[in-house]
């Protein structure tokens, strides 16, 4: 199993909007594709940061998500809320 971690600093007054976008997305338009589930964290001590951690079957299907046409649409939207994307982390699940 492939392992895709993202934290985002999300624009001030936007968090519900960032996880019910993000919600959205993931359960309508990723979870067909390979998408075997995913959790978002919020930072207890860096005020409106959040990660996004996704587990899919393979890297491959992550890849093949993220090139279609909607998933593109899906981040023009979610531009509008983000203030910085910080680190990305590949992994692959051990345990």
């Known amino acids: ?27 309508t338009e990723a979870k067909p594709a390979g998408l075997d589930h995913f959790h978002i964290f919020k930072d207890r001590n860096e005020k409106n940061r959040y990660f996004l951690v996704e587990y899919w079957n393979s890297k491959e299907d992550k890849d093949r998500v993220e090139s279609s046409k909607e998933h593109h649409l899906f981040h023009e939207h979610r531009k509008l809320i983000i203030d910085q994307k910080y680190e990305t982390y590949e992994c692959d699940v051990i345990i």
């Not at 199993?1 to 993000?22: C, P």
């Open 1 to 27: 199993m492939y392992t895709h971690i993202v934290s985002f600093k999300v624009k001030e007054g936007e968090g519900i909007t960032f996880v019910e976008l993000q919600k959205f997305e993931e359960l």
